[in-house]
């Protein structure tokens, strides 16, 4: 069977189950879904609000827990003063201290 086939059999399935006067949607349709989707972006704001507004509550947790980390680190690294001088370096951007 080719697609045509197919699909005039699909329709003529369709036709005998659901008469074209029931497959149509209620007057006034497309408005109500038009009017509703203008309410609801207008509802939600803009991007840059959005990103802002995400941004101030992530932000704050993602540095403290940088800052817990890099702490974690330098501290578990004391018993070596090797490591220690490598890490304090490493975070000035310099080179390792000799």
């Known amino acids: 069977m080719t697609d045509r086939e197919t699909e005039s ?3 003529e399935l369709l036709s005998d189950t659901y008469p074209p006067d029931e497959m149509r949607f209620d ?3 497309a408005d109500r879904v038009l009017a509703r989707t203008r309410t609801d972006a207008a509802s ?3 991007l840059t609000a959005a990103l802002t ?3 101030r509550r992530v932000i704050p947790v993602l540095l403290a827990a940088s800052l817990a980390l ?3 680190n330098l501290t578990s690294s004391r018993g070596n003063n090797e490591q220690t001088t490598e890490n304090y370096s490493l975070l000035q951007g310099a080179e390792a201290f000799q």
Do not use: E, T
């Open 9 to 11: 059999r699909v329709r």
């Open 27 to 29: 007057d006034g349709f």
């Open 44 to 46: 939600r704001g803009d």
């Open 53 to 55: 507004r995400h941004c």
């Open 70 to 72: 890099a702490a974690w």
